[in-house]
């Protein structure tokens, strides 16, 4: 049912964009960031992160860019990608560092296991030929006054939780669970302690 509504707004979106005239750039971004994530609803990631490329390209301000990095986090995150969303959280966060909700998602994401993005598919929507569980594509940001913001390709090994489980899984589930929750905490306490220590 929801695949069924998410195919409609989709086909309105698009014919709506149809109709725009090309001068209208600001309804143009508004319609294309709907039909971006109704694509991402519908499972078709690639076509969600080449518009979200697009949008990147034509960003001329930090408002433009703040929408495409809430976009392509959606699509990572409906990717389960975890050490997407990261990067897209860490760029967020040096545009508005004073953004509790972006420092708490950061944190769920440094706790959240989750697969990596299908080999082929780079945070710019284009394919690449190195796997995402290695490294990501350059990680430059366009700011509203035309400099860069650069931030690093790959995580740091230490930035991404493991545990491996020993013995039968049955008797360690109630120890991971336990240990999940006090890395949890300690996740949030980190993560308010940054946002202070950014105002």
Same mark, same amino acid.
């Given at each position: 049912?929801? @695949? @069924?509504?998410?195919? @409609?707004?989709?086909?309105?979106?698009?014919? =709506?964009?149809?109709?725009?005239?090309?001068?209208?750039?600001?309804? /143009?971004?508004?319609?294309?960031?709907?039909?971006?994530?109704?694509?991402?609803?519908?499972?078709?990631?690639?076509?969600?992160?080449?518009?979200?490329?697009?949008?990147?390209? /034509?960003?001329?301000?930090?408002?433009?860019?703040?929408?495409?990095?809430?976009?392509?986090?959606?699509?990572?995150?409906?990717?389960?990608?975890?050490?997407?969303? =990261?990067?897209?959280?860490? /760029?967020? =966060?040096?545009?508005?560092?004073?953004?509790?909700?972006?420092?708490?998602?950061?944190?769920?994401?440094?706790?959240?296991?989750?697969?990596?993005?299908?080999?082929?598919?780079?945070?710019?929507?284009? @394919?690449?030929?190195?796997?995402?569980?290695?490294?990501?594509?350059?990680?430059?940001?366009?700011?509203?006054?035309?400099?860069?913001?650069?931030?690093?390709?790959?995580?740091?090994?230490?930035?991404?939780?493991?545990?491996?489980?020993?013995?039968?899984?049955?008797?360690?589930?109630?120890?991971?669970?336990?240990?999940?929750?006090?890395?949890?905490?300690?996740?949030?306490? /980190?993560?308010?302690?940054?946002?202070?220590?950014?105002?």
């Amino acid at each position: 049912m929801l @695949k @069924k509504l998410w195919q @409609k707004a989709l086909q309105e979106y698009s014919s =709506i964009s149809e109709q725009l005239p090309s001068t209208n750039f600001a309804m /143009k971004r508004d319609v294309q960031e709907g039909q971006a994530r109704c694509l991402a609803h519908l499972g078709r990631h690639e076509e969600a992160l080449e518009m979200a490329a697009d949008l990147e390209s /034509k960003a001329t301000n930090t408002d433009h860019l703040t929408v495409v990095l809430h976009l392509h986090l959606a699509v990572f995150s409906s990717l389960q990608s975890r050490e997407h969303t =990261i990067l897209c959280l860490h /760029k967020l =966060i040096a545009l508005h560092p004073l953004n509790p909700w972006s420092w708490c998602k950061l944190a769920e994401a440094y706790l959240s296991p989750g697969p990596g993005l299908p080999a082929g598919v780079s945070p710019q929507g284009q @394919k690449s030929s190195a796997s995402s569980d290695k490294a990501v594509g350059p990680s430059s940001v366009h700011s509203g006054t035309g400099s860069l913001l650069s931030l690093p390709t790959t995580l740091p090994e230490n930035a991404l939780l493991s545990v491996e489980a020993s013995g039968s899984a049955q008797e360690n589930m109630p120890s991971l669970a336990r240990r999940r929750e006090e890395a949890q905490m300690e996740a949030r306490r /980190k993560a308010c302690a940054s946002l202070l220590r950014a105002r």
